[in-house]
């Protein structure tokens, strides 16, 4: 799953991506090109289960960000805003602290800027699409689909703000309509501001929306990376600050693209699996390999919290916290699976 950071020039994007990536990037209002970095997702289950069972390897679920550029001037020229239809989700980073000049940000004009920018792009796509299938009438539910969407986003709608069936939304995809994407907003604060709560107005903005809201500062976040693991802790206490907060982003954006942490626990390895809500055993069994889907028998679930409680797998049995479950379980968050199946 690919995650895209897009931002206006002078939001500070390309930072909160190293802050994220640990990369050493190009920053300011010359950058532009696109940068990849794969991200673990900080996962405090798999840390207990690693100290539980000392594996011989821990694995942590992975985001991909990209780093969409920033375009020129006042707005998100082309090639970003295609860039954009590339990625799974998004994450616009908003500039809330003031500028080389000393001009305060404003991150609600950003917000309603972007937005203003991604429906006029859809637009454009939906209505050529509607003006081709009224002239043939090939596909008339597809048409009927694409006037929904083309009045959403005429009325200043997204098109995630519609009730889509999930046959409708599999149609929409080949679109890669911008404003269907899920957005997750980043406020990037000045350093003092950093254990402050979003703006009132702001965190009104994203609820009205729908949309995640995340507040760090950048450049402390910068700060954090760079400093030993002993000394992190003491700094984020001076700021008020429990953990990182590119933890929280990290952890907000995997849920943004709406998955779960599957997890297998052994000597061998402690792993984090991450696989769509709403995943049925088999399909999840074929993340760790193809043939444990076509073989699969039935897999044996303990709760992670269970597992860490009692201690060991037999002693779950014993107490009756380990499950049997068949090819139509759902896998849940924090499911801690051994899988049985024929070779």
């Known amino acids: 799953m690919k995650i895209g950071l897009v931002g206006y020039p002078g939001s500070g994007k390309s930072t909160v991506f190293g802050a994220l990536t640990g990369l050493d990037v190009e920053t300011g209002y010359g950058a532009g090109k696109a940068n990849l970095g794969v991200v673990k997702v900080p996962d405090a289950r798999v840390d207990a289960l690693s100290a539980l069972y000392a594996p011989k390897k821990t694995t942590y679920a992975e985001i991909t960000f990209s780093d969409l550029g920033a375009g020129k001037g006042e707005g998100l020229d082309r090639t970003v805003l295609n860039a954009m239809r590339n990625v799974d989700a998004l994450c616009q980073v908003l500039r809330a602290f ?34 081709r299938l009224a002239k043939d009438r090939s596909n008339p539910r597809e048409l ?3 006037q929904r969407v083309q009045e959403a986003l005429e009325s200043e709608r997204p098109a995630r703000s519609l009730e889509l069936t999930e046959e409708e939304a599999k149609s929409l995809s080949g679109y890669a309509l911008l404003t269907l994407k899920p957005l997750l907003l980043v406020l990037n604060v000045a350093e003092g501001e950093v254990a402050a709560p979003a703006p009132d107005v702001l965190a009104r903005a994203a609820a009205e929306r729908g949309l995640g809201l995340v507040v760090l500062s950048a450049k402390v976040e910068m700060e954090i990376a760079q400093l030993a693991a002993a000394e992190q802790g003491e700094f984020l ?96 968050d924090g499911d801690v699976v051994h899988f049985r199946f024929n070779v």
């Not at 003031?98 to 940000?105: I, K, N, Q, T, Y």
């Not at 193809?290 to 679930?301: K, L, M, N, W, Y």
Request: aromatic share 4%; hydrophobic share 40%; proline share 6%.
């Open 144 to 146: 009927a689909l694409l």
């Open 237 to 332: 206490a001076s700021l008020g600050l429990e953990e990182p907060a590119v933890n929280r982003f990290i952890r907000a954006a995997f849920d943004l693209i709406d998955l779960i942490s599957m997890l297998t626990a052994g000597p061998d390895e402690c792993r984090a699996w991450p696989v769509p809500r709403g995943t049925r055993a088999p399909r999840a069994a074929g993340k760790i390999h193809s043939d444990i889907e076509r073989g699969f028998i039935r897999a044996e679930v303990i709760r992670c919290e269970d597992l860490l409680k009692h201690g060991s797998e037999a002693k779950c049995k014993e107490a009756g916290a380990l499950r049997v479950e068949g090819k139509d379980y759902v896998v849940q």
């Open 98 to 131: 003031p500028d080389a000049a000393g001009e305060p940000g404003d991150p609600l004009a950003e917000l309603t800027g972007l937005e203003t920018e991604t429906l006029l792009a859809d637009l454009e796509v939906v209505e050529q699409r509607v003006a």
